[in-house]
């Protein structure tokens, strides 16, 4: 498709002008005829060259997979073979969920064949994305028109949740000793835990830990050291329903969640133990509990595409499914979004799977009910707010009480604590031997 140009529309203005002038002066009538022929012979001349003139080979250089917040960098490559025009601008049609910068760009080629254009993007979601074909204007030989086409192919880039600042996190939880606070302090029962090596005596080892046999061959204080039990097993359950699509800033809950699931596949495949996951309330995923160096990769392409549904989550008949799936003990971490409307469905679920698993809930509160409770009602509409507030967190509370008195253990937090909390709870489980 040509588009007229600039050049061409001022062309057409002043020829329009002129026109008006003859009418005042009709001498000038053979002038204007004349430069409206020779306006036409440029049109339809520069016209037939623009739909003559050769096209660039075209190239999308960006990675097949993204990371969702972050700025990734866009080339585009362009070659021509034949004649090189003048100047041409070019736009690159980018998923509609990404921002970028640095587009449309507008290049005046100096006769160089070759041009490499770069600009940025960032992926606001997580996904299949599609790039579309490079759209661009091209200056006729004559200036008249631009002609518009469409080069290149198509392209699909998938997009993960960012791992690599998860990974940051988690890598200061590996060791008891830069876990969150509260942890170092806690004593290990000194059951239940795995024998790792004989060492020399240290000041406040136990006396239990005491080899004597040892002690009398090596003729000093030798000490066992112990691990925590390994090749336990954590299985996260991931609600995929609606509630999980309310939002807390630029993410919903359930990427809050994915982020808390890979934070916490991260430390427990550290802990050396066996982690699988299971979805409910939207797509059926399920991979089985294993410990491997690829575990963290494969729950990443298993969640990457996955958003949050209209469906209403089943928690019950997700325990049953989860009960026929793993029948070994383990940890059953459940994301989710808490409602008051939960206690029945959610307190049978756990019930079932508490008589073979342990039992972790952990819920995301609304940050924005924090806030309203901070609020001062000093109006009748904060008042009525705040009461709101204040009634729907005591039945969610209420909620909470009920599962940990069937032995649940709770989370109840803000979706920016989710990850960092979880991770806790597990090391505290590891900590007590509860597993």
């Known amino acids: 498709m040509n588009l007229p140009s600039n050049t061409l529309l001022t062309a057409l203005g002043l020829w329009f002008a002129s026109a008006i002038v003859t009418a005042f002066e009709p001498a000038l009538g053979i002038w204007c005829s004349g430069f409206g022929a020779l306006l036409l012979l440029w049109i339809v001349a520069d016209w037939l060259l623009a739909r003559a003139q050769d096209l660039p080979a075209a190239q999308r250089v960006v990675a097949n997979t993204l990371a969702v917040g972050t700025w990734s960098h866009v080339e585009l490559r362009l070659y021509w073979q034949g004649r090189v025009p003048s100047w041409f601008a070019a736009f690159d049609h980018h998923p509609v969920s990404f921002r970028q910068e640095g587009l449309p760009a507008k290049v ?10 770069r600009y940025r ?56 000793r830069n876990a969150l606070i509260g942890l170092q302090k806690r004593r290990r029962r000194g059951q239940g835990m795995d024998f790792a090596q004989l060492r020399e005596y240290r000041e406040g080892d136990a006396m239990r830990q005491v080899d004597w046999k040892a002690t009398m061959r090596m003729s000093k204080m030798i000490s066992r050291e112990y691990q925590d039990e390994r090749d336990q097993r954590i299985l996260m359950l991931i609600d995929c329903g609606r ?20 934070m916490l596949a991260y430390v427990s495949l550290s802990h050396g133990d066996r982690v699988g996951l299971m979805t409910l309330g939207g797509p059926e995923r399920f991979l089985p509990t294993q410990h491997s160096s690829a575990t963290v990769s494969r729950i990443l392409r298993e969640t990457y595409d996955l958003q949050p549904t209209l469906q209403v989550s089943d928690f019950e008949r997700a325990a049953q499914q989860l009960l026929l799936r793993e029948r070994k003990r383990a940890l059953v971490v459940l994301m989710t ?35 309203a409770q901070e609020e001062p009602a000093d109006t009748p509409h904060a008042a009525a707010r705040l009461a709101a507030a204040v009634g729907y967190a005591q039945r969610r509370e209420a909620t909470l009480r009920r599962l940990r008195a069937e032995g649940v253990l709770c989370l109840d937090v803000t979706p920016g604590e989710l990850a960092v909390e979880t991770v806790n709870r597990y090391l505290a489980v590891k900590a007590a031997n509860q597993l």
Do not use: C
């Not at 759209?135 to 949740?161: C, D, K, N, T, Y």
């Not at 699509?245 to 808390?260: E, K, P, T, V």
């Open 243 to 262: 509630r999980m699509g309310a939002r807390d800033g630029n993410l919903s809950h359930f990427d809050h969640s994915l982020d808390a699931v890979l």
């Open 108 to 117: 005046s080629t100096h006769g160089k064949n070759s041009h490499a254009l």
């Open 121 to 176: 993007v960032q992926a606001l979601a997580r996904g299949d994305h599609h790039f579309g074909r490079i759209q661009l204007r091209i200056r006729s030989p004559w200036h008249a028109w631009l002609r518009q086409v469409s080069v290149g192919e198509e392209m699909l880039v998938r997009v993960f949740p960012n791992f690599a600042p998860l990974a940051r996190h988690a890598l200061r939880a590996v060791d008891y």
């Open 337 to 371: 979004n808490l409602r008051d409307e939960d206690d029945q469905g959610l307190i049978a679920a756990t019930r079932l799977l508490g008589k073979r698993h342990l039992v972790l809930v952990a819920s995301m509160r609304e940050s924005a009910l924090d806030r």
